[in-house]
């Protein structure tokens, strides 16, 4: 599909500024919104929206469909009269500059529950309709959701493979006695998820009204302690107990010497191909109901997928898998129709999957770092030379700033960077933004983080290390009308703002 020639920029939901200890669906994401059309962008690019778990990665969710709650904002719920001012009145002394995720739970859920009862008694018949056609529309996933966030809440300690044996095998009987036990936390969670998808769009309609396509992203794996694994054990390899018998990872690479071992249960793709892929078509139907583009995580993984065998506890010993390849994606296409993907081919990249990709007419992704850090990348890998079917980026949320970047390599490369720029490197992550605005690519992403220049105390993850990561956020103060000023002037030299946007 023919993508125009724009920019934006990657920033997810948790990171913008606010009260309530988390960036959200509220005031501040539309602000952002503003923020990005007097800066001349076209794109905004998030990470997946899914309920974290465990690390707080939104790689690693509890479900493949449902929104995360954290996102939500008060401000809508306090207009609605579900919450009164005096409920948050006093605030927690949250972190500047980042998200502590435990206190945020532990602020934010009483008081979205307090929002509930209030919804049940006081909604008006129109809004408790709307409530139930939602649930109605998305039952096919919302009923396993729901029944398995209350059943965590039961279990806050253990991954579902370790409830009753009866529940844990969803025996019918056991699943008939538990939802009408926790019926109520049921409808709570079915509530949060409205909420969400009405907060949600409001965001997004904002976004078309001021010329901005949202990107999202879906992880190409389920974790395994999420509703989907719990619900379809049949399409993942798992043993009698529920526990993994093959794990999803990557072997060394860039990030890690060991490779990274994300312990994502693999997929029986023989299986999802006897249903004709539903599962994936329905993720994808959804994605496409709340953002234009979809960023496609680990593209590589349909082509090969690294699998490790269960009990390792590093990636390096595993072998390569042969993927789905295009039976799946021509599945997706016959029920939706053509649908805008760009696919993530970072990592170990074969012939085979740049042909799967060709093939699929999918844009891929370049991303600068690696590229200047590399002392002889092939000459179809020179900035200047980039097809216009591709994403250029900076950095991803897996690297460093670009300033934490230039600061950590040696003398060497840098010297030989700032030849090849021209530049006396002083403002660095101006000099890459450029260059990475001016190249032929049709679109170009930067992460907010190397608009600003910051350094590495701003980096989103550090593959490979389970804590300490997703918490960064932006401040209010930092979004000025004289950044999106300097930001929309260097759109507009490099034919990327609005105006001059044109599909290539």
């Given at each position: 599909?023919?993508?125009?020639?724009?920019?934006?920029?990657?920033?997810?939901?948790?990171?913008?500024?606010?009260?309530?200890?988390?960036?959200?669906?509220?005031?501040?994401?539309?602000?952002?919104?503003?923020?990005?059309?007097?800066?001349?962008?076209?794109?905004?690019?998030?990470?997946?929206?899914?309920?974290?778990?465990?690390?707080?990665?939104?790689?690693?969710?509890?479900?493949?469909?449902?929104?995360?709650?954290?996102?939500?904002?008060?401000?809508?719920?306090?207009?609605?009269?579900?919450?009164?001012?005096?409920?948050?009145?006093?605030?927690?002394?949250?972190?500047?500059?980042?998200?502590?995720?435990?206190?945020?739970?532990?602020?934010?859920?009483?008081?979205?529950?307090?929002?509930?009862?209030?919804?049940?008694?006081?909604?008006?018949?129109?809004?408790?309709?709307?409530?139930?056609?939602?649930?109605?529309?998305?039952?096919?996933?919302?009923?396993?959701?729901?029944?398995?966030?209350?059943?965590?809440?039961?279990?806050?300690?253990?991954?579902?493979?370790?409830?009753?044996?009866?529940?844990?095998?969803?025996?019918?009987?056991?699943?008939?006695?538990?939802?009408?036990?926790?019926?109520?936390?049921?409808?709570?969670?079915?509530?949060?998820?409205?909420?969400?998808?009405?907060?949600?769009?409001?965001?997004?309609?904002?976004c078309h009204e001021r010329g901005i396509q949202l990107i999202g992203d879906i992880p190409i794996f389920a974790a395994h302690d999420s509703a989907d694994v719990w619900a379809h054990p049949d399409m993942f390899y798992l043993d009698e107990s529920g526990s993994?018998?093959?794990?999803?990872?990557?072997?060394?690479?860039?990030?890690?010497?060991?490779?990274?071992?994300?312990?994502?249960?693999?997929?029986?793709?023989?299986?999802?191909?006897?249903?004709?892929?539903?599962?994936?078509?329905?993720?994808?139907?959804?994605?496409?109901?709340?953002?234009?583009?979809?960023?496609?995580?680990?593209?590589?993984?349909?082509?090969?997928?690294?699998?490790?065998?269960?009990?390792?506890?590093?990636?390096?010993?595993?072998?390569?898998?042969?993927?789905?390849?295009?039976?799946?994606?021509?599945?997706?296409?016959?029920?939706?129709?053509?649908?805008?993907?760009?696919?993530?081919?970072?990592?170990?990249?074969?012939?085979?999957?740049?042909?799967?990709?060709?093939?699929?007419?999918?844009?891929?992704?370049?991303?600068?770092?690696?590229?200047?850090?590399?002392?002889?990348?092939?000459?179809?890998?020179?900035?200047?030379?980039?097809?216009?079917?591709?994403?250029?980026?900076?950095?991803?949320?897996?690297?460093?700033?670009?300033?934490?970047?230039?600061?950590?390599?040696?003398?060497?490369?840098?010297?030989?960077?700032?030849?090849?720029?021209?530049?006396?490197?002083?403002?660095?992550?101006?000099?890459?933004?450029?260059?990475?605005?001016?190249?032929?690519?049709?679109?170009?992403?930067?992460?907010?983080?190397?608009?600003?220049?910051?350094?590495?105390?701003?980096?989103?993850?550090?593959?490979?290390?389970?804590?300490?990561?997703?918490?960064?956020?932006?401040?209010?103060?930092?979004?000025?009308?004289?950044?999106?000023?300097?930001?929309?002037?260097?759109?507009?030299?490099?034919?990327?703002?609005?105006?001059?946007?044109?599909?290539?």
């Amino acid at each position: 599909m023919p993508f125009p020639r724009a920019s934006g920029i990657l920033l997810h939901l948790t990171c913008l500024p606010g009260p309530w200890g988390i960036g959200d669906l509220g005031l501040a994401a539309h602000e952002f919104v503003e923020f990005l059309w007097k800066a001349g962008q076209q794109l905004w690019q998030v990470l997946p929206l899914g309920p974290t778990g465990d690390g707080n990665s939104p790689y690693q969710s509890y479900s493949a469909f449902a929104g995360n709650p954290l996102l939500l904002s008060l401000d809508p719920l306090i207009q609605e009269g579900l919450l009164a001012p005096r409920d948050v009145a006093e605030l927690p002394a949250f972190p500047p500059g980042r998200v502590d995720f435990d206190a945020v739970r532990r602020f934010k859920l009483p008081l979205l529950w307090k929002s509930f009862e209030n919804f049940q008694r006081k909604a008006s018949g129109q809004r408790q309709e709307e409530l139930r056609e939602f649930a109605r529309q998305h039952a096919t996933w919302l009923d396993d959701y729901a029944l398995f966030m209350a059943l965590k809440e039961e279990y806050p300690e253990s991954a579902w493979n370790q409830w009753e044996h009866t529940l844990a095998s969803r025996a019918p009987e056991a699943l008939r006695g538990w939802k009408d036990k926790l019926e109520r936390r049921c409808r709570f969670h079915t509530y949060l998820q409205y909420q969400f998808f009405r907060q949600w769009h409001s965001l997004h309609e904002h976004c078309h009204e001021r010329g901005i396509q949202l990107i999202g992203d879906i992880p190409i794996f389920a974790a395994h302690d999420s509703a989907d694994v719990w619900a379809h054990p049949d399409m993942f390899y798992l043993d009698e107990s529920g526990s993994p018998t093959v794990m999803a990872g990557v072997p060394p690479d860039y990030f890690s010497e060991t490779g990274q071992l994300w312990a994502n249960p693999l997929y029986r793709w023989e299986a999802m191909a006897a249903s004709g892929y539903a599962w994936w078509i329905q993720r994808f139907q959804l994605i496409r109901e709340l953002v234009d583009i979809i960023r496609l995580d680990h593209f590589r993984g349909f082509e090969a997928y690294w699998e490790v065998p269960a009990g390792e506890t590093t990636a390096i010993k595993g072998r390569w898998v042969k993927g789905p390849g295009e039976h799946l994606f021509d599945a997706i296409r016959m029920a939706l129709g053509e649908v805008p993907i760009i696919a993530e081919d970072l990592g170990i990249i074969t012939p085979a999957v740049v042909a799967l990709r060709e093939r699929l007419g999918f844009p891929g992704m370049r991303v600068l770092q690696f590229i200047l850090g590399d002392e002889s990348p092939p000459p179809a890998y020179h900035p200047r030379s980039f097809p216009q079917h591709c994403v250029v980026y900076t950095g991803t949320h897996d690297n460093d700033t670009t300033v934490g970047w230039f600061q950590r390599i040696s003398p060497e490369q840098r010297a030989r960077i700032l030849q090849g720029l021209g530049t006396d490197g002083a403002q660095i992550h101006v000099d890459i933004i450029r260059l990475a605005l001016r190249c032929p690519a049709q679109t170009a992403v930067i992460p907010l983080q190397d608009v600003l220049g910051m350094g590495s105390e701003a980096r989103m993850n550090r593959p490979g290390t389970p804590r300490g990561n997703w918490e960064w956020r932006v401040t209010a103060a930092q979004l000025t009308d004289e950044l999106a000023g300097w930001l929309r002037e260097l759109t507009e030299e490099s034919g990327r703002s609005p105006g001059s946007a044109r599909p290539v």
